[in-house]
């Protein structure tokens, strides 16, 4: 089984700082992996798809790169509605499971 | 607009047995495979069960393998959950999320999108 692992557990940042979120894969996983954000009380929605991808509507602040084990979502300058709690996912062919990080949180400093 | 509502959730004692639905609208639902992704209070989220769009291939995670079941009706645009032996441990907010992809590229997709609000499951005595 593939384990992602998220650092750091918590970024404490100021509207209009850079955000740099890491997900590690314990073994490769190629592109495909996919970041959601989740603000309190709300489903998790999906950011960026295929690591570099970013999903219908979302800001292009938002970026995704990376690939085989390690990957970094970067927010580039934050905006108050992106402190929220962030993950990432991937698939794993056989048998089909999919697999999360344990979300790295990004408060206002 | 893509919705999915989800339902059945509640207060249940252990060992018993609920069953969650999701109603699918805004989309050919029996053109792509379903989960089901919890999140227990405060935690991260686990992905529960998948299965395809013709439920000719359905997974499970570990934690629930046995006690869970799967399933959907495409006749009626919905998916369940048949949860059994339910523990203290399964207490969690059940999201119903859509493959993203469709069914003539592949069996199953990378990713969820979207996702429904949530039904709350809390076993406890």
């Known amino acids: 089984e593939i384990v992602l692992t998220q650092s750091p557990a918590t970024l404490s940042l100021s509207p209009g700082e850079r955000a740099t979120l890491s997900c590690r894969a314990s073994?490769?996983?190629?592109?495909?992996l996919a970041w959601y954000q989740q603000k309190p009380g709300q489903a998790p929605r999906l950011l960026i798809y295929d690591a570099s991808n970013r999903a219908t509507g979302i800001p292009a602040r938002f970026s995704g790169s990376g690939s085989g084990t390690d990957f970094t979502l970067t927010i580039s300058s934050l905006e108050p509605e992106d402190f929220a709690v962030y993950y990432c996912?991937?698939?794993?062919?056989?048998?089909?499971?999919?697999?999360f990080g344990q979300g790295t949180k990004v408060e206002i400093k | 607009e893509v919705q999915l509502v989800e339902s059945g959730g509640g207060l249940v004692q252990p060992g018993r047995s609920l069953r969650l639905s999701c109603a699918a609208s805004?989309?050919?639902?029996?053109?792509?495979?379903m989960h089901w992704v919890r999140q227990a209070p405060g935690k991260g989220l686990e992905w529960v069960s998948g299965?395809?769009?013709?439920?000719?291939?359905?997974g499970y995670a570990d934690s629930v393998k046995g006690r869970f079941t799967i399933s959907r009706d495409n006749a009626k645009n919905s998916l369940y959950l048949q949860m059994n032996s339910l523990r203290a441990e399964d207490t969690a907010l059940y999201y119903c999320a859509k493959d993203h992809r469709i069914a003539a590229a592949g069996m199953w997709g990378n990713w969820f999108d979207p996702w429904g609000q949530g039904t709350l499951v809390t076993v406890s005595s």
């Open positions: 805004g989309f050919t639902f029996d053109d792509y495979a």
């Open positions: 073994q490769s996983v190629s592109s495909y």
């Open positions: 996912q991937q698939r794993s062919n056989w048998p089909p499971s999919w697999t």
């Open positions: 299965i395809s769009w013709n439920s000719g291939s359905i």
